[in-house]
């Protein structure tokens, strides 16, 4: 707490440089890596972790990352600065004195759209117009191929595109299958975007409780959870210093940054939900807004007459803004508040461009509860609502389970498909089984992979820690790894065209014993080159032809060049296959009694 | 080295004790687990960690288990005891001095089927008889359940019964759809069934390498395996004294044992391929079969034609067996001694009850040779050889992949079923993606829960140091947890109706805040316990309606028991679901100004 400037991990990662390509329509830098393989071109892959990779970048937590999209917002001339709302005591939970988390030191005035226009991205696109944001990411996401592999994949209905052009990018958006949350006054974004149709995303949840965590490891877990690869982290936090906490993070990420509003807004009341009110809530969502916050998970799809459905469920009500709004309604025997002002909602969000994402208030948190009337009562909800959002120019993106054995996890993403108009789903894994505590990273990325194949657009993630305490920087990266590798085993099943160029990469230097390549290539070169290192440390080793799984007799993949090199010596391969084939010259078959009998 | 008896992990998991179901036909003990839990009856669950266990066993390493089988297979009266085959130093791979692992301290003279007889539990089942072995594992697959849940599942033509009863064993058997690993020489043995109509089983493997490990490594990790959930252990032994180790492996364990020969008879010849012989191997069979091997791995699928077809893979064969005997046949211009022989392997395997496990030595070691002519054409030609071997009463169960994307599984399901008559399927993975060293018994472990579900019967584990090296204990341990959770989440989507009893149990001990129930109901509870008190490690915290994820005012369980008391309070859930419903008394709709636009 006295150290008022976190230490994060800066500096590239093994083998690699960070490139930028230019764009074509805009004045844009699309940032990517590419990581370098011994006796291969390098290898460009999507890169989330912003400057703090790239050597060239000095970056320095107490002024933030540099403005990226000043200009382009300027140019657009719909916005305008404005003296914000002041931050009150209450914003932070009334902490004091040392543990008051100092302010960010930068502050500057928010921007706002003039005249009751809509700024978000939604808007431009069906206006036609192609915006920075939206060649930004489609230069992203073809990570610097310039053609495409044949396809091989099963992507129930999903269409990927060999290259992803700009318009590609608009008319995605526009019909609301894809969304780019990108907050006007989150300039230091680096944009992504969220759809069916491009690679799945992940998303990694930080932010303290009452119980533990401070700002800077806040904003430490944050610089980590992208270095290994989060495209989106959300700030979950609840306990003191909310506001100011926030801050930090964002004037820091160069990816998007969600927050449950209703976290903060439950603080302000001294944690009594019945407390709520539309007013302080709509306060909150200003706050964000103005801070830069990208997406909002908002619980308006929790109902007053859905809440005894959950009354004989296992695990009740998961979702922390889901119990609480559930609480609300029933003490208040009212309608809830986020759903009875919803169009208001929207007007606040379309100013500012904070994206939905509307909440799953009511998934299940056990296996017996999957898939029950109360969970899709609520989605059925969630699809109306995406319609009123999209009717103000609103970028929607709906949330979704939780716990779901793996039978019942395409009945979800059919649901969502049919009920909610094709905007992109954003779920919690699904777990596939509850008895794992301490394993729920896998238990999760089972389902978590299993529903990105079958079109789920963000995968967020679940770490060790789930059910159990809230996650360390360790847990951050185990998950965000874990999630990695879910959503590139989601993109190989669809087909995507770009994602099986980094297993095949990886394959060769692994059947070549590159061992450095295999390391560098992989989504965590540290953990595997540690764990090889631990029987085999020496630098010869990191060109030895075995491993101390088989040693040097029994490598499989050091015999099949021995096989190979033996092949080429009598024949070639080629012409053993036809020597070798069934009736040729070198087939000897089982005699007549050894055949059935 | 110098300490002749290994130190091993015994002593009861938390709140839990060992009890004994008896058999209603023949004299047997079957062993469970009973979890005990505080406010409901203890669950009990299969247990597969044998005597290590129980307070009430003294085990001694240097003595091994005591014999469970010894009066089955006198009773049966078709067994003789001869002088066995004598140790050679190349057994042992010459190992001498102080490199050479002491024999097993208790030798005993090996049984045989006398007068050509078949052994195996395929000829019993086949002849009508349910022996002591199959009331025995249909006892344990019941879990010590009388009833059933509704069932709820999508089983893919698996047929499950509510309870298991020793006659549905013995016609899964005779049926070859299911087999019981039993080597009449493995006495210590509690058997075991693996089939796709029974619980979904995991196998771990163990072993040295020539680089690394030794007998007491090697028997703790086969007793720390099992105790966290192994099914069948895996001896892949490749560097000195794979006898002696082997023997001491067995004689303490209570679980299948299963070896691939092939590495041994390649340690005879020095480790040139070249130099194998019919003959060496086929002493190597019996040398093992003597010692009690339950299962033999035998790559007699790889055959001269398809060699070929692995040429322009990218990963070759990664088989250690099946790179071998390509490498024989290459050089030899033969096909495969062990095709050739195959008859011959069926006669010393069945006199022994040796069950095959049919090696899929063309399995595809990338995602780019996934699904590919070379892996096919092996699984058609492990089809011709279970008829082969059922013809002679020998049991089998058929390997398989590898690494395969998710797209490409279902097929993989498919074609085994197709091709291999219903034999059992066993497969490694598969891995569904490259790019994760470090973390592939996570991109396993998605492929493995999908394959378990298809109907796959058993899963070979595959731990954190695949790839990179020999895993120790505490990857052991990870992989097996892993692999039973995948296990699980199969024998959930399939339905099996025992299958939720534990994630219910764990679920109604979590939201009831019971956190010593949640986590000894875990299949880890030591991590889990742990893990929960890093952050809350007080006694008070045990009972706390929190943890520090979320804090005392934002934990949505204990809201939702909040919402719970006070919907009682004021009319009780179930009148409450009448006043909400839509158009009740006390629904609010939303204003006409706020519908869609």
Redesign the interface.
């Known amino acids: 707490m006295n150290k008022p400037v976190p230490a994060i991990t800066t500096g590239a990662l093994p083998a690699s440089r960070k490139i930028h390509l230019p764009g074509q329509m805009h004045d844009i830098r699309v940032p990517m890596r590419e990581i370098a393989i011994s006796n291969e071109d390098p290898l460009r892959v999507y890169d989330s972790s912003g400057p703090y990779t790239d050597p060239d970048c000095q970056t320095d937590i107490a002024r933030g990352l540099a403005d990226l999209r000043g200009d382009w917002l300027i140019t657009r001339g719909d916005v305008e600065a404005y003296t914000g709302r002041k931050v009150i005591p209450a914003d932070n939970g009334f902490a004091e004195g040392k543990r008051l988390t100092p302010a960010f030191p930068i502050q500057r005035p928010p921007l706002r759209a003039v005249n009751g226009r809509a700024v978000t991205q939604l808007a431009y696109a069906r206006a036609g117009i192609i915006t920075p944001e939206m060649e930004f990411v489609a230069i992203r996401e073809n990570e610097g191929r310039i053609g495409a592999a044949a396809r091989d ?2 992507a129930f209905g999903a269409e990927l595109p060999d290259l992803v052009t700009p318009e590609f990018v608009r008319a995605e958006i526009a019909a609301g299958r894809a969304i780019i949350p990108a907050n006007i006054n989150h300039r230091e974004l680096e944009p992504m975007i969220i759809g069916r149709n491009f690679k799945v995303k992940i998303n990694a949840n930080i932010g303290n ?4 965590s401070s700002m800077e490891e806040e904003v430490d877990k944050m610089v980590w959870a992208i270095r290994w690869g989060a495209d989106t982290v959300m700030d979950l936090s ?2 003191r210093n909310i506001h100011n906490i926030r801050d930090w993070i964002i004037r820091n990420a160069p990816v998007p940054i969600g927050t449950v509003p209703l ?1 903060q807004a ?2 302000k009341v001294g ?1 009594v ?1 019945e407390d709520l009110t539309w007013e302080i809530f709509r306060d909150t969502l200003i706050e964000q807004a103005e801070q830069g916050v990208d997406y909002f998970t908002i619980h308006a799809g929790v109902r ?2 859905m ?5 004989r469920r ?7 803004g ?3 709004m ?2 609300w309604c ?2 208040h ?3 809830s508040f986020l ?2 002002h ?2 208001e909602i929207c007007d606040i969000m379309r100013a500012y461009d904070v994206s939905f994402s509307l909440g799953d208030g009511l998934r299940p ?4 509860d999957a898939n029950d009337e109360a969970q899709f009562a609520e989605l059925r909800t969630l699809g ?1 609502l995406t ?2 959002a999209w ?1 103000k120019d609103c970028q929607v993106m709906i949330e979704g389970p939780g716990h779901v ?3 019942k996890i395409k009945a979800n993403m059919d649901e969502q498909l049919k009920h909610c108009h094709e905007a992109p789903f954003y779920t919690l894994g699904p777990l ?8 729920d ?3 999760s ?2 389902g978590a ?2 529903i990105g ?1 079958f079109g789920t657009a963000m995968l967020c993630y679940v770490t ?7 996650p ?1 920087r360790d847990d951050v990266k185990t998950g965000v ?2 999630y ?3 959503a ?3 993109d ?4 995507h065209p770009g994602a ?1 160029r ?3 990469a ?3 230097a ?2 070549e014993f590159r061992w450095q390549d ?2 560098n ?4 070169p540290d ?2 080159r540690a ?2 290192d ?3 440390p020496a630098e010869a080793h990191k060109v030895a032809h ?12 050091r ?6 090199a ?2 080429e010596k ?1 024949a070639g ?2 012409k ?2 036809e020597l ?3 009736g ?1 010259e ?5 005699k007549e009694d ?4």
Chains 1, 2 share one sequence.
Do not use: N
Not at 209 to 212: E, L, W
Not at 521 to 524: A, E, I, P, Q
């Open positions: 994949g099963e409780s009452a119980v533990t609840t306990g976290y439950l603080e944690g939900a007053l007459h809440i005894p459905m959950t009354a296992v695990t009740g009500i998961v979702s922390r889901g119990s609480i559930a609480k029933l003490h025997h009212r309608e759903y009875d919803f169009a948190g056990s296996i017996a109306e319609k009123i009717a054995p793996m039978h596939t089984t509850d008895i794992a505590p301490g394993y990273h896998i238990t990325a089972i992979a299993m194949w060790p820690k789930e059910h159990l305490g809230l360390d790894i874990t990695k590798l879910a590139h085993a989601a190989l099943a669809k087909g099986q980094r297993d095949d990886l394959s060769r692994r059947f295999q390391f290539l992989g989504l965590d953990t595997a764990m090889h631990e029987t085999m075995f491993c101390s799984m088989c040693g040097p007799k029994f490598c499989s993949m015999i099949s060049h021995d096989i190979r033996e092949a009598q391969m080629d053993m296959a070798f084939r069934e040729g070198l087939y000897v078959p089982l050894e055949l059935v009998k």
